[in-house]
């Protein structure tokens, strides 16, 4: 058992797709097609041994009405004829039987019909060299049996012809089948080829811009195989916007990167002449130093943390939002003593708790905080709130410094974006975008908006099982 599951298994490897639907698809129609001829022989077969069968059983009636005082006798016709039947009576007893030669068999099963111990029957036997059909009944109230025969040939000659026309359609049905199974297998499977070619294409370019082209069609109406051409070019379509963001983050942080490691170099170039500066000019290049590996280190640490999709598991619990937004705007009075942090927590969102990772989610509370501080003026206030909205948890953070133009609000969360505004302050330009992911990791989302009366408004909704 197991070797034949191999030698189907092997047979499946070495065999295209393709080859395989078009034998499948043949083998399915040219067994239907068999199989329908092999039923219509039988039908016709049995139809005309029947129609046989009645014709002796009509003639059988016909010579009992007659032979009411015949007796035994021997068949005279010895069934020469086609269509005349060949008759004779048989005794139950052998000594009546008459002087001349029985023309067609009897055996004991036509003395025990003869005597009433057997049923009538057919029998297909040979009488002078021809084939014949023969009905064995019993005479009423008599000890005799009735055989009546009729010639068989024509009705074999014609089961015969049947036979041939039928295997001859059951040839070109096999025929067909072949053709329909290869016309199945191209046309079935040319998304999937076309879909096998775009993959190729894609893998040996390197290029996710390829698509399959799509049947055209009513909407809804698409098969499994157009389904799936589809989902591969939705596919093909994340792929090349991953790429595209990829390239495009390696590009910005290669650009961001390549200032500050100038710095780093000249300075480390000029504390390598120690002995010719001041000190006070050593003290400076060492803090600048300093300055700019904390920069690079903060950088490379916010990729790090960018390149990660999702939040680790292990590192999920039941966090309170209330404690680490309090905890938040502790951290960024310490950070900016010139701005005014305020804070307001509804009382019904003081003790809500929901899955996370506490210190991912202080890092984003942490990044909006420290953004609105950024681009607040000197004493200006930063206002947070946190309510319960429809089984929801609604965080706020706004400022009042300049806020965000029109053709900068759809691009505030983007990797290294800065608006002409921000480009003179300090930041990589990933704080925004870091919060962004942290909250989708969380399954949360986070908007900006411009809200009445100056400065930018951010809105996290943080949902609650």
């Given at each position: 058992?197991?070797?034949?599951?191999?030698?189907g298994a092997?047979?499946?490897r070495?065999?295209p797709l393709r080859?395989?639907?078009?034998?499948?698809t043949?083998?399915?129609?040219?067994?239907?097609a068999?199989?329908?001829c092999?039923?219509?022989?039988?039908?016709?077969r049995?139809?005309?041994?029947?129609?046989?069968d009645?014709?002796?059983?009509?003639?059988?009636?016909?010579?009992?009405q007659?032979?009411r005082?015949?007796?035994?006798?021997?068949?005279?016709?010895n069934c020469?004829?086609q269509?005349?039947?060949?008759?004779q009576?048989?005794?139950?007893?052998?000594?009546r039987?008459?002087?001349?030669?029985?023309a067609?068999p009897?055996?004991d099963?036509?003395?025990?019909?003869?005597d009433?111990r057997r049923?009538?029957?057919?029998?297909?036997?040979?009488?002078?060299?021809q084939p014949?059909?023969?009905?064995t009944?019993r005479?009423?109230h008599?000890?005799?049996a009735?055989?009546?025969a009729?010639r068989?040939?024509t009705v074999?000659r014609?089961v015969?012809?049947?036979?041939?026309a039928?295997?001859?359609?059951?040839?070109?049905?096999v025929l067909?089948?072949?053709?329909?199974g290869?016309?199945?297998?191209?046309s079935?499977?040319?998304p999937?080829?076309r879909?096998t070619?775009?993959?190729?294409?894609?893998?040996a370019t390197?290029?996710?811009r390829h698509?399959?082209?799509?049947?055209?069609?009513p909407?809804g109406r698409?098969?499994?195989?157009?389904r799936?051409?589809?989902?591969?070019?939705?596919?093909l379509?994340e792929?090349?916007?991953?790429?595209?963001?990829?390239?495009r983050?390696?590009?910005?942080?290669s650009?961001?990167l390549?200032t500050?490691l100038t710095?780093?170099?000249?300075?480390?170039?000029?504390?390598?002449?120690?002995?010719r500066l001041?000190?006070?000019q050593?003290?400076?290049?060492a803090?600048?130093?300093?300055?700019?590996?904390?920069e690079?280190?903060t950088?490379?640490n916010?990729?790090i943390?960018?390149?990660?999709?999702?939040?680790?598991?292990?590192?999920?619990e039941?966090?309170?939002p209330a404690g680490?937004?309090e905890?938040?705007v502790?951290?960024?009075?310490?950070?900016?003593?010139?701005?005014?942090?305020?804070?307001?927590?509804?009382?019904a969102?003081?003790d809500?708790?929901l899955?996370?990772?506490?210190?991912?989610?202080?890092r984003?509370?942490?990044?909006?905080?420290?953004?609105?501080a950024?681009?607040?003026?000197p004493g200006?206030p930063v206002?947070?709130?946190?309510?319960?909205?429809g089984?929801a948890?609604?965080l706020?953070?706004?400022?009042h410094?300049?806020?965000?133009?029109?053709?900068?609000?759809?691009?505030?969360?983007?990797?290294?974006?800065?608006?002409?505004?921000?480009r003179?302050?300090?930041?990589?330009?990933?704080?925004l975008?870091m919060?962004r992911?942290i909250?989708?990791?969380?399954?949360?989302d986070?908007?900006a908006?411009?809200?009445?009366?100056?400065g930018?408004?951010f809105?996290?909704?943080l949902?609650v099982p």
């Amino acid at each position: 058992m197991s070797g034949r599951r191999g030698l189907g298994a092997r047979w499946r490897r070495r065999r295209p797709l393709r080859t395989r639907l078009a034998l499948a698809t043949s083998a399915a129609v040219a067994l239907v097609a068999v199989g329908v001829c092999a039923a219509a022989f039988v039908v016709i077969r049995y139809q005309m041994t029947r129609q046989l069968d009645l014709n002796l059983a009509q003639t059988a009636a016909e010579v009992t009405q007659r032979s009411r005082d015949w007796g035994p006798s021997a068949g005279d016709t010895n069934c020469r004829y086609q269509a005349v039947p060949c008759v004779q009576i048989v005794p139950s007893d052998p000594a009546r039987d008459p002087g001349k030669a029985y023309a067609m068999p009897v055996t004991d099963a036509t003395r025990q019909v003869a005597d009433g111990r057997r049923a009538a029957y057919y029998s297909a036997l040979t009488v002078a060299g021809q084939p014949v059909r023969m009905y064995t009944t019993r005479l009423p109230h008599k000890d005799e049996a009735l055989q009546v025969a009729l010639r068989s040939d024509t009705v074999q000659r014609g089961v015969r012809q049947a036979a041939g026309a039928l295997a001859a359609v059951g040839g070109a049905g096999v025929l067909l089948a072949a053709a329909l199974g290869y016309w199945v297998s191209r046309s079935g499977l040319a998304p999937v080829a076309r879909l096998t070619a775009t993959a190729e294409r894609i893998a040996a370019t390197r290029d996710a811009r390829h698509r399959i082209e799509l049947p055209a069609g009513p909407p809804g109406r698409e098969d499994e195989v157009t389904r799936l051409a589809a989902s591969f070019n939705t596919m093909l379509g994340e792929l090349e916007q991953s790429v595209t963001a990829q390239r495009r983050l390696v590009a910005d942080a290669s650009h961001e990167l390549r200032t500050p490691l100038t710095a780093l170099r000249t300075n480390a170039e000029l504390l390598a002449r120690a002995d010719r500066l001041t000190a006070a000019q050593r003290d400076r290049a060492a803090a600048a130093l300093g300055r700019q590996l904390r920069e690079v280190t903060t950088l490379v640490n916010d990729l790090i943390e960018l390149a990660r999709d999702e939040e680790p598991q292990p590192l999920v619990e039941q966090v309170r939002p209330a404690g680490l937004l309090e905890h938040a705007v502790r951290t960024a009075r310490e950070h900016w003593p010139e701005i005014a942090f305020t804070t307001r927590i509804d009382p019904a969102a003081a003790d809500a708790l929901l899955p996370g990772v506490p210190s991912r989610l202080t890092r984003l509370l942490s990044n909006l905080l420290d953004n609105a501080a950024k681009f607040s003026p000197p004493g200006g206030p930063v206002e947070t709130a946190l309510t319960a909205v429809g089984g929801a948890l609604e965080l706020t953070v706004r400022d009042h410094g300049p806020g965000i133009a029109a053709a900068d609000l759809p691009h505030v969360f983007d990797r290294f974006y800065r608006a002409d505004a921000a480009r003179a302050l300090p930041g990589s330009g990933l704080g925004l975008a870091m919060a962004r992911q942290i909250a989708h990791a969380h399954g949360a989302d986070l908007t900006a908006e411009a809200p009445p009366g100056g400065g930018s408004l951010f809105r996290l909704r943080l949902p609650v099982p």
